[in-house]
């Protein structure tokens, strides 16, 4: 092999010496070497035995051979490690490949949510540990504070029992005789020793000496007196709180008093006398705060402020107690002047800064007194049409400039003035607002008044006057379909009924039946019969339903109107069932124009508020004959409603007045059929009258009281009200009684949640949350849950998610007994519907729900407001004479704001309303036997 060089620039140069050939062909392998792994010809050891080879043997050509050898042996091994790279080279490709056509599961969303719950548990874990460090501190504040301060107080008594000591001793010490210090003599020379004799002092110092010991006994009978007076905690409180407000407010202990505090001189340089016997009055009022803390505060002293204004309190009076009994005793006192100064200014300030916030508290009181009174003004004037007893009248007036002159003198007179005129203005644009949406002008267009008098026969004079006047004349084939199509309109109450819910709403109304089961059978009944009739018997079987609607719809449209009307003959013409039945079998009847001159014909007659529901029928021309057939049946029951209630009103004066007399025969005959007995009313009445002592039971008043006494523990009270529970006298006004405690059963439910939210929130219990209250009770209790009433009070303040867990948690005690009284009143409305609509008599014994033992309460503050809201009803009840009632009445607000519940004044005055209108007119109807069980009772007390 030729081992030379084979560069192309030296083929034809001459063989360089050994020595050089060695020096080249190094270079030349050194240049060519690429592999970080060298093989063996890169060693030393190679080199070193080639170029001895060399210079032994004679140069390169002796060796050529080996060279060869060792050469190709390196270029295999070259081969071998490029294979195998290459090899390796394709395999990292191939896995590559393979990882990058695999598809991978993208788990970053995973990942962020992981990270996210991991980062909100650690800040709640942060949150928790500084929550806890806070309260920690925040406790430790607290029991360093109240260490600090008793031990104050121990350091402070402890001073006050050494000054005391110290004082006594000194008095002790001064009133000791003792001889003037000498040196001492001999016995025998003392007895020689003549009295010295007394120095006559001039007029100027004797006067000087008389004049200090008048200034030193003043202050000693200037505290007698007023300890004298009685003023002191430990005497005002064996007192009433009534007899301590009379003991302050005479002019003897306010001028002992104000002796005391400038004998003290804790008035200062105050000259205006007006000013210091304001300031005399708040002195006394802390030892009224202090002797009387439940009487005096709102809050029994329970609120913070007031807790610092009973401590402020205490801490001056001890002090002014202890300085005048040193004065009365002629010692110095332990408090200097200028802390008894320091200790009043203190009080005086947490003193007007407490009533500054009690004042906005009353005054809105007082204010709502105001309102409520001048809404039972206007409410007498429009039930009464302007004769209002003047008795009355002049009660509420009087009660209302009281109230004025009292909001004059807390807030002034401009702001007085103006808040009870926005006030004023607010609740009549409401009221005038609400009756306006409640009282829609049903009065039909067409309608003549007919006057009812109730003379001589009241059964017969309270039939609706809406009966129908005349039998229809019915053909044979439709007699029987007219009559299943009336059974589909509204059927009214037993006369009796009406009567008596006259009595008690003068503008009662019917309202449309209500679509119960029975009646929705029965109109799925009636269509699936007429579409099944037309479809199978021709134009035979639909002339004979077309003339059967042509009756009942003539029938009743010509009960709407009067003969004299216009449409009187345009009626009778128009809906002739023979000429439409045969226009129907000669198929030339158009529907469309029957249905459309119908609904010209009713917009001519029906009211007002029935124009809409008039004009969507006319319009619907999507609908079939049948569809449309019934949408006008109930067009004209609404009519005919309206007819019946406008019937009613004329009627309602002469109801009202003679009512009461078909009510007593009626009660009367079910007594002689032994219909039912006395013996629930003599219970009832027994019972109430144990709860009612201390007046003559001969009274009218006893007898009210009585009467209020066990209407309201018949509603009111926190056990399962049933039907057997309830006296003869009442049974008509079963369901307006569980109308009663069911709404009211709500209203403690709401008004007990938001006394418990206020106080978990520390908040003032008697804080208006009017928007509160009133969405609470806008919600309809039997289609909400525990978690909307919460989110409803959340809307509108924050609380931590222990306060909200605890919220729960209470209503879901609290909502069931509400819930359930609901219930029982639904269930109860829906079996008197369904009687009257069958033409059977309602019993209300045989079908007690099963809520009946579950509408109670169980929850500690709701049996508080409910026993305490009973003994409201029953104060208001329970009131004979005017000015009682007055007074009563414009007390409502600060009562109810007593009992936690200050935005329910509207929503109690108006339970109370229907309360007392059923008490007048029970015993309007039933005096009879209420005197006779009222009569054998007394006499079986007396025995």
């Given at each position: 092999m030729d081992t030379t060089n084979h560069d192309p620039a030296q083929a034809g140069a001459p063989p360089a010496p050994a020595r050089l050939a060695a020096r080249l062909q190094r270079r030349s392998n050194s240049r060519r070497r690429s592999s970080a792994h060298s093989s063996r010809r890169s060693s030393i050891s190679s080199l070193h035995s080639r170029a001895s080879t060399l210079s032994c043997h004679g140069g390169p050509y002796s060796t050529h051979i080996a060279q060869h050898l060792r050469r190709a042996s390196i270029i295999e091994n070259r081969k071998a490690r490029l294979a195998e790279r290459a090899a390796h080279a394709e395999q990292v490709r191939l896995r590559a490949a393979a990882a990058k056509a695999t598809p991978k599961s993208s788990n970053s969303e995973e990942k962020a949510l992981a990270a996210q719950a991991a980062r909100e548990k650690l800040l709640a874990e942060i949150t928790a540990r500084c929550e806890e460090e806070v309260r920690r501190a925040k406790r430790i504040a607290e029991e360093t504070k109240e260490r600090k301060a008793a031990e104050h107080a121990r350091l402070r008594d402890e001073m006050a029992e050494r000054h005391a000591d110290a004082a006594k001793r000194r008095s002790n010490y001064q009133m000791n005789f003792r001889r003037p210090r000498t040196t001492s003599l001999a016995a025998v020379e003392e007895k020689k020793i003549e009295p010295e004799e007394l120095r006559k002092m001039s007029q100027d110092a004797a006067a000087k000496v008389i004049q200090r010991a008048w200034r030193l006994s003043q202050p000693r009978r200037i505290a007698s007196a007023f300890l004298k007076a009685g003023i002191s905690v430990e005497t005002l409180k064996g007192l009433d709180f009534e007899d301590v407000t009379k003991l302050i407010s005479t002019e003897a202990t306010m001028t002992a008093t104000m002796r005391l505090v400038k004998c003290l001189g804790i008035l200062g340089h105050e000259t205006d006398e007006n000013a210091r016997r304001g300031a005399v009055r708040v002195f006394l009022g802390a030892f009224m705060v202090v002797a009387h803390p439940v009487q005096a505060f709102s809050h029994g002293g329970k609120e913070p402020q007031?807790?610092?204004?009973?401590?402020?309190?205490?801490a001056l009076v001890t002090a002014v107690e202890t300085t005048a009994a040193a004065l009365g005793e002629d010692v110095k006192p332990s408090a200097t002047f200028d802390e008894l100064q320091l200790l009043f200014k203190d009080f005086t300030s947490a003193f007007h800064a407490w009533k500054t916030q009690d004042l906005g508290i009353l005054a809105d009181v007082m204010v709502g007194s105001f309102v409520n009174l001048d809404l039972i003004i206007q409410s007498t004037k429009e039930e009464r049409e302007g004769n209002v007893a003047d008795e009355y009248l002049q009660a509420i007036r009087t009660e209302q400039t009281k109230i004025l002159v009292r909001l004059k003198r807390l807030i002034g007179h401009d702001k007085a003035m103006d808040r009870i005129r926005k006030a004023v203005r607010k609740a009549r644009r409401d009221r005038a607002a609400e009756r306006s949406k409640e009282s829609v002008e049903h009065v039909p267009r067409a309608s003549t008044p007919v006057e009812m008098e109730i003379d001589n026969a009241p059964s017969a004079l309270l039939t609706p006057p809406a009966t129908p006047s005349r039998e229809i004349?019915?053909?044979?084939?439709?007699?029987?379909?007219?009559?299943?199509?009336?059974?589909?309109?509204?059927?009214?109450?037993?006369?009796?009924e009406i009567a008596h819910e006259i009595q008690i709403n003068g503008t009662y109304e019917v309202q449309q039946q209500p679509w119960t089961d029975a009646r929705k059978d029965l109109m799925e009944a009636l269509r699936h019969g007429m579409r099944k009739s037309i479809q199978s018997g021709g134009l035979q079987a639909e002339s004979a339903w077309t003339r059967s609607m042509v009756i009942l719809v003539k029938d009743k449209l010509m009960n709407l109107v009067s003969q004299r009307h216009p449409l009187h003959d345009r009626i009778d013409t128009f809906l002739d069932a023979t000429l439409i039945e045969q226009q129907v079998q000669k198929g030339i009847f158009v529907y469309n124009d029957f249905f459309l001159t119908l609904a010209n014909m009713v917009k001519q007659i029906c009211s007002p508020g029935r124009d809409e529901i008039v004009r969507q029928f006319s319009d619907d021309n999507s609908s079939d004959t049948i569809e449309r057939l019934f949408n006008l049946i109930n067009i004209l029951d609404l009519l005919t409603l309206d007819h019946i209630n406008f019937q009613f009103r004329l009627a309602s004066k002469s109801v009202i007045e003679r009512g009461h007399e078909h009510e007593h025969l009626m009660f009367e005959k079910d007594l002689e059929a032994r219909v039912h007995g006395?013996?629930?009313?003599?219970?009832?009445?027994?019972?109430?009258?144990?709860?009612?002592?201390?007046?003559?039971?001969?009274?009218?008043?006893?007898?009210?009281?009585?009467?209020?006494?066990?209407?309201?523990?018949?509603?009111?009270?926190?056990?399962?009200?049933?039907?057997?529970?309830?006296?003869?006298?009442?049974?008509?006004?079963y369901i307006r009684l569980l109308k009663v405690r069911a709404r009211t059963f709500h209203v403690v439910a709401v008004a007990s949640t938001l006394l418990t939210s206020k106080i978990r929130l520390r908040r003032n219990r008697e804080a208006l949350w009017s928007k509160e209250a009133e969405r609470l009770m806008k919600v309809d209790i039997l289609c909400t849950d525990v978690a909307s009433i919460v989110r409803q009070i959340e809307s509108g303040h924050m609380m931590p998610d222990s306060t909200k867990s605890g919220l729960l948690d209470f209503v879901s005690r609290v909502l069931p007994a509400a819930v359930n009284a609901a219930k029982k009143l639904k269930t109860a409305e829906q079996e008197h519907w369904e009687a009257i609509q069958e033409r059977r008599e309602y019993d209300a014994a045989s079908g007690q729900p099963e809520a009946d033992k579950t509408d109670v309460f169980s929850e500690q503050v709701a049996m508080f407001i409910l026993k305490s809201l009973k003994e409201h009803f029953f104060y208001r009840l329970a009131a004979s004479s005017t000015a009682e009632k007055v007074r009563v009445t414009s007390g409502a607000p600060e009562t109810l704001a007593r009992i936690g519940m200050p935005e329910f004044v509207a929503e109690v005055g108006g339970i109370v309303d229907v309360l007392d209108r059923v008490k007048t007119v029970d015993l309007k109807a039933h005096?009879?036997?209420?005197d006779q069980i009222a009569t054998e009772s007394n006499e079986a007390a007396v025995t």
């Amino acid at each position: 092999m030729d081992t030379t060089n084979h560069d192309p620039a030296q083929a034809g140069a001459p063989p360089a010496p050994a020595r050089l050939a060695a020096r080249l062909q190094r270079r030349s392998n050194s240049r060519r070497r690429s592999s970080a792994h060298s093989s063996r010809r890169s060693s030393i050891s190679s080199l070193h035995s080639r170029a001895s080879t060399l210079s032994c043997h004679g140069g390169p050509y002796s060796t050529h051979i080996a060279q060869h050898l060792r050469r190709a042996s390196i270029i295999e091994n070259r081969k071998a490690r490029l294979a195998e790279r290459a090899a390796h080279a394709e395999q990292v490709r191939l896995r590559a490949a393979a990882a990058k056509a695999t598809p991978k599961s993208s788990n970053s969303e995973e990942k962020a949510l992981a990270a996210q719950a991991a980062r909100e548990k650690l800040l709640a874990e942060i949150t928790a540990r500084c929550e806890e460090e806070v309260r920690r501190a925040k406790r430790i504040a607290e029991e360093t504070k109240e260490r600090k301060a008793a031990e104050h107080a121990r350091l402070r008594d402890e001073m006050a029992e050494r000054h005391a000591d110290a004082a006594k001793r000194r008095s002790n010490y001064q009133m000791n005789f003792r001889r003037p210090r000498t040196t001492s003599l001999a016995a025998v020379e003392e007895k020689k020793i003549e009295p010295e004799e007394l120095r006559k002092m001039s007029q100027d110092a004797a006067a000087k000496v008389i004049q200090r010991a008048w200034r030193l006994s003043q202050p000693r009978r200037i505290a007698s007196a007023f300890l004298k007076a009685g003023i002191s905690v430990e005497t005002l409180k064996g007192l009433d709180f009534e007899d301590v407000t009379k003991l302050i407010s005479t002019e003897a202990t306010m001028t002992a008093t104000m002796r005391l505090v400038k004998c003290l001189g804790i008035l200062g340089h105050e000259t205006d006398e007006n000013a210091r016997r304001g300031a005399v009055r708040v002195f006394l009022g802390a030892f009224m705060v202090v002797a009387h803390p439940v009487q005096a505060f709102s809050h029994g002293g329970k609120e913070p402020q007031e807790q610092d204004l009973i401590a402020k309190g205490q801490a001056l009076v001890t002090a002014v107690e202890t300085t005048a009994a040193a004065l009365g005793e002629d010692v110095k006192p332990s408090a200097t002047f200028d802390e008894l100064q320091l200790l009043f200014k203190d009080f005086t300030s947490a003193f007007h800064a407490w009533k500054t916030q009690d004042l906005g508290i009353l005054a809105d009181v007082m204010v709502g007194s105001f309102v409520n009174l001048d809404l039972i003004i206007q409410s007498t004037k429009e039930e009464r049409e302007g004769n209002v007893a003047d008795e009355y009248l002049q009660a509420i007036r009087t009660e209302q400039t009281k109230i004025l002159v009292r909001l004059k003198r807390l807030i002034g007179h401009d702001k007085a003035m103006d808040r009870i005129r926005k006030a004023v203005r607010k609740a009549r644009r409401d009221r005038a607002a609400e009756r306006s949406k409640e009282s829609v002008e049903h009065v039909p267009r067409a309608s003549t008044p007919v006057e009812m008098e109730i003379d001589n026969a009241p059964s017969a004079l309270l039939t609706p006057p809406a009966t129908p006047s005349r039998e229809i004349q019915r053909s044979e084939e439709a007699s029987s379909f007219v009559n299943r199509l009336g059974l589909t309109m509204t059927v009214l109450p037993p006369n009796r009924e009406i009567a008596h819910e006259i009595q008690i709403n003068g503008t009662y109304e019917v309202q449309q039946q209500p679509w119960t089961d029975a009646r929705k059978d029965l109109m799925e009944a009636l269509r699936h019969g007429m579409r099944k009739s037309i479809q199978s018997g021709g134009l035979q079987a639909e002339s004979a339903w077309t003339r059967s609607m042509v009756i009942l719809v003539k029938d009743k449209l010509m009960n709407l109107v009067s003969q004299r009307h216009p449409l009187h003959d345009r009626i009778d013409t128009f809906l002739d069932a023979t000429l439409i039945e045969q226009q129907v079998q000669k198929g030339i009847f158009v529907y469309n124009d029957f249905f459309l001159t119908l609904a010209n014909m009713v917009k001519q007659i029906c009211s007002p508020g029935r124009d809409e529901i008039v004009r969507q029928f006319s319009d619907d021309n999507s609908s079939d004959t049948i569809e449309r057939l019934f949408n006008l049946i109930n067009i004209l029951d609404l009519l005919t409603l309206d007819h019946i209630n406008f019937q009613f009103r004329l009627a309602s004066k002469s109801v009202i007045e003679r009512g009461h007399e078909h009510e007593h025969l009626m009660f009367e005959k079910d007594l002689e059929a032994r219909v039912h007995g006395l013996e629930h009313m003599e219970s009832w009445w027994t019972n109430a009258r144990r709860g009612i002592s201390g007046a003559n039971p001969n009274t009218s008043a006893y007898a009210n009281a009585v009467y209020a006494r066990a209407l309201t523990d018949l509603v009111f009270s926190n056990n399962p009200f049933t039907y057997e529970h309830l006296p003869e006298t009442l049974r008509l006004d079963y369901i307006r009684l569980l109308k009663v405690r069911a709404r009211t059963f709500h209203v403690v439910a709401v008004a007990s949640t938001l006394l418990t939210s206020k106080i978990r929130l520390r908040r003032n219990r008697e804080a208006l949350w009017s928007k509160e209250a009133e969405r609470l009770m806008k919600v309809d209790i039997l289609c909400t849950d525990v978690a909307s009433i919460v989110r409803q009070i959340e809307s509108g303040h924050m609380m931590p998610d222990s306060t909200k867990s605890g919220l729960l948690d209470f209503v879901s005690r609290v909502l069931p007994a509400a819930v359930n009284a609901a219930k029982k009143l639904k269930t109860a409305e829906q079996e008197h519907w369904e009687a009257i609509q069958e033409r059977r008599e309602y019993d209300a014994a045989s079908g007690q729900p099963e809520a009946d033992k579950t509408d109670v309460f169980s929850e500690q503050v709701a049996m508080f407001i409910l026993k305490s809201l009973k003994e409201h009803f029953f104060y208001r009840l329970a009131a004979s004479s005017t000015a009682e009632k007055v007074r009563v009445t414009s007390g409502a607000p600060e009562t109810l704001a007593r009992i936690g519940m200050p935005e329910f004044v509207a929503e109690v005055g108006g339970i109370v309303d229907v309360l007392d209108r059923v008490k007048t007119v029970d015993l309007k109807a039933h005096e009879k036997w209420y005197d006779q069980i009222a009569t054998e009772s007394n006499e079986a007390a007396v025995t």
